[in-house]
């Protein structure tokens, strides 16, 4: 009897089992850790779709570059061969910008050297289209910087709910401390999950974007060259230069033939 009264006495004394986990670090975070969390999925969906869409918009971009270096230039003038470009593209806006250019400067007076006039309209619209593809990136360049900084703050915010209640408690054992400050340290984590993807997502936009605005560079600088040679330079598309004779070079440093 007295065997059965001690099982029953060690019974009720044992320690309860802690739960642990994700949800149970949100249900002691509250609404604010609730919030939090939010936050952070709004930047991450909104990261990741920042990504594709500017990840497909410069693919194109790069892929219509392909008509410039061919059916462009193997055209008898500016005016038809933007025609040959697709329709509202960086290249064919350039292209249009060119020949628009051109006829302004014809109905202008004192309006100096078209081949300048021409640049510096070419140069306002390439910043125009560099403008377009740089859109959303500075929200990427947002989440990289402060993600981590937000998780921090769910940390910091579920290690005072931790210490509250360990207080009321009045038990400082290492499974009431190492349990809830464990938890807590879930979002920091989240936070860098959401943060490292922007930074590296960024930093890959902006080099494709480096390498678009080299690209129109190396078209605009064509272009004048062209106009101010009246149609005699021009890139080559891929025919063979007559033998004895180096292409000419434009502006930007580009092979280019020339016409007799």
Do not use: C
């Amino acid at each position: 009897m007295n065997l059965y009264y001690l099982a029953a006495a060690a019974a009720d004394t044992e320690a309860p089992v802690n739960e642990f986990g994700f949800w149970k670090a949100m249900e002691e975070g509250g609404p604010v850790a609730w919030s939090i969390l939010a936050v952070m999925i709004i930047m991450s969906v909104g990261s990741f779709y920042i990504l594709f869409t500017k990840y497909f918009e410069q693919a194109k971009v790069m892929r219509q570059y392909k008509n410039v270096q061919g059916a462009f230039w193997r055209t008898g003038s500016l005016r038809e061969g933007a025609t040959k470009l697709d329709k509202n593209s960086a290249w064919r806006q350039l292209a249009d910008d060119a020949v628009t250019a051109q006829d302004h400067h014809g109905k202008m007076e004192g309006a100096g050297q078209e081949v300048h006039f021409v640049e510096e309209e070419l140069a306002h619209s390439q910043n125009t289209i560099n403008q377009a593809l740089s859109g959303g990136l500075s929200f990427l360049a947002s989440v990289g910087a402060t993600a981590p900084f937000i998780g921090l703050l769910g940390t910091v915010i579920g290690i005072y709910r931790a210490l509250i209640n360990i207080g009321i408690e009045g038990s400082a054992s290492i499974d009431k401390v190492a349990g809830p400050v464990g938890e807590a340290l879930i979002m920091t984590a989240i936070g860098l999950l959401v943060a490292v993807p922007a930074v590296l997502a960024f930093n890959w936009l902006q080099s494709r974007n480096r390498r678009i605005d080299a690209l129109m560079t190396d078209f605009s600088n064509n272009i004048v060259a062209y106009i101010g040679s009246n149609g005699a330079i021009k890139p080559t598309t891929g025919a063979a230069a007559p033998a004895g004779k180096k292409p000419a070079t434009t502006a930007g440093g580009a092979s280019a033939s020339v016409k007799k």
